[in-house]
């Protein structure tokens, strides 16, 4: 595999490989995250010192459908030990799926010091590196966060419809039996509340899969490139907006998209399928 310096990303310093978090695994200015979509996951083994995230207990708000306000993420920092000055390494199961939703949530409350591990859970568990049941504890931190920003790197349904009217880019992550509309979900997953099947108009189908290798690493600048832009068209001069069924998958191409390839104006619509697919007289369309 290619050193990440080597594969010509845009921002290489947000990736970090498994030789690196191993030899970073004590530094105290370090927090490592664990993410998945299944918090029995982290409970069967985890890196030593990883503590978890869970992406519907501490990131959405228990009520609404919105993320946690600042008091929450505040709560949610100071409860892991994160200081402000703190660098937090995510990683997770899925290729990396819900290590970058929380790293995208991070940065709606503006924590620049993020880092992905490459390869997330499934390389490091191939290199047949250390895992704990051990849960760490760290004494509480005095975070301090901002209110949430959404202005920039989130969409809501409204600036997708105008999106959409002025024929902007977008991008289907999902699997291309719900981008046809053939199915309502994700293959294999129950149904999560979508009435109609199909997608957004105008909308590329890119599966967020295509970014990642077999070993859940990313994909080199150029192949990702052939990928968007050579293949589906998109341009870094343009505005991007990514959407899946809940924004788990898209916050992945999110990450891909912006600091991988290093596009200024991408957007993560986590409103995505769950919602457009129930809104009453938006426009649909189906096939492929």
Same mark, same amino acid.
């Given at each position: 595999m290619t050193a990440i310096s080597q594969r010509g990303y845009a921002n290489p310093g947000v990736l970090v490989s498994t030789d690196w978090v191993a030899a970073h695994?004590?530094?105290?200015?370090?927090?490592?995250?664990?993410?998945?979509?299944?918090?029995?996951?982290?409970?069967?083994?985890?890196?030593?010192?990883?503590?978890?995230?869970?992406?519907?207990?501490?990131?959405?708000?228990?009520?609404?459908?919105?993320?946690?306000?600042?008091?929450?993420?505040?709560?949610?920092?100071?409860r892991i030990g994160v200081e402000n000055d703190t660098t937090v390494v995510f990683y997770g199961d899925k290729n990396n799926w819900w290590a970058c939703y929380a790293f995208w949530v991070f940065q709606l409350f503006g924590h620049?010091? $993020?880092? *992905?591990?490459? /390869? =997330?859970?499934?390389?490091?568990e191939q290199e047949g590196r250390e895992l704990t049941r051990e849960v760490p504890s760290y004494p509480p931190s005095s975070y301090r966060a901002p209110d949430r920003d959404d202005s920039t790197i989130r969409a809501f349904r409204d600036r997708v419809? $105008?999106? *959409?009217?002025? /024929? =902007?880019d977008l991008v289907d992550v999902r699997s291309p039996q719900e981008f046809s509309g053939e199915l309502l979900h994700m293959p294999d997953y129950p149904n999560e509340g979508a009435l109609r099947g199909g997608h957004i108009p105008g909308a590329r189908s890119v599966p967020w899969g295509r970014a990642v290798n077999e070993d859940g690493t990313f994909?080199?600048?150029?192949?990702?490139?052939?990928i968007y832009e050579q293949e589906q068209g998109l341009s870094p001069e343009r505005e991007v907006i990514a959407y899946c069924r809940i924004g788990e998958r898209s916050s992945h191409t999110w990450f891909v998209l912006t600091h991988l390839l290093g596009y200024p104006k991408v957007r993560n619509y986590d409103g995505s399928w769950t919602e457009w697919g129930n809104l009453v007289g938006v426009p649909i369309e189906k096939g492929r």
């Open positions: 695994l004590n530094d105290p200015d370090l927090r490592i995250v664990e993410s998945n979509e299944d918090p029995l996951v982290y409970r069967a083994g985890h890196l030593p010192g990883a503590v978890e995230v869970d992406w519907a207990r501490d990131l959405n708000d228990p009520v609404r459908r919105d993320y946690l306000d600042r008091a929450g993420f505040e709560g949610l920092m100071r620049r010091r $993020a880092k *992905v591990m490459d /390869g =997330g859970r499934l390389k490091w419809l $105008a999106h *959409v009217e002025a /024929g =902007g994909k080199s600048a150029a192949e990702l490139r052939a």
